[in-house]
T-cell receptor, first 114, second 115 residues
């Protein structure tokens, strides 16, 4: 069965520091992978997605993610974090085997220290 | 496009009352999803529709929950009777051609409090 694991429930980084949020997935075929961000009181916004091609994908707000098939990972990165990046981040996986359903991880809450 | 529109944004109701949450998907999207978000359980998929037809309602917690999609531009999630444990944020999301390649567009959610 498909599953997504975000090992870190809560991460704190200093403003200007680099960020990496981890995501591991379980899926039998080539997955479609997504990262979403949720600011307090808001819905989820799509940051980036991967479904084929270059394994390093660029998204909005300066985020990028790298698909590593050998590690079943799709980690989200940002070289320099801004205070406005404080939010909850969700990794999600979907695949051709199911009809439209995405499976979401439990989320990682990012806190940014001034 | 105005995005996925949910109403109301906040709902406070007493235990035992009926609650109806509403969603207008993005025009042209043929999939609609209802999610519930709580601190304890995270994001849970309740039900989803394709072309107005319910495809998978296995996430609906119990018979008190029901969802309908009478047309391509409107869906409701109803809880009757409501209980305090139903307190959560309910999200609606829509997508076109399945979410695998395009991802979903989420509404801003309805925060439900049952007292």
């Amino acid at each position: 069965a498909q599953s997504v694991t975000q090992p870190d429930i809560h991460i704190t980084v200093s403003e200007g520091a680099s960020l990496e949020l981890r995501c591991n997935y379980s899926y039998g075929a080539t997955p479609y992978l997504f990262w979403y961000v949720q600011s307090p009181g808001q819905g989820l916004q799509l940051l980036l997605k991967y479904f084929s091609g270059d394994t390093l994908v660029q998204g909005i707000k300066g985020f990028e993610a790298e698909f590593k098939r050998s590690q079943s990972s799709f980690n989200l990165r940002k070289p320099s974090v801004h205070w406005s990046d404080a939010a909850e981040y969700f990794c999600a996986v979907g695949g051709s085997g199911n009809t439209g359903k995405l499976i979401f991880g439990q989320g990682t809450t990012l806190q940014v220290k001034p | 496009d105005a995005g996925v529109i949910q109403s109301p944004r906040h709902e406070v109701t007493e235990m035992g009352q009926e609650v109806t949450l509403r969603c207008k998907p993005i025009s042209g999207h043929d999939y609609l999803f209802w999610y519930r978000q709580t601190m304890m359980r995270g994001l849970e998929l309740l039900i989803y529709f394709n072309n107005n037809v319910p495809i998978d309602d296995s996430g609906m917690p119990e018979d008190r929950f029901s969802a309908k999609m009478p047309n391509a531009s409107f869906s409701t999630l109803k809880i009757q009777p409501s209980e305090p444990r139903d307190s959560a944020v309910y999200f609606c999301a829509s997508t076109i051609g399945g979410g695998q390649r395009s991802g979903y567009t989420f509404g801003s959610g309805t925060r439900l409090t049952v007292v």
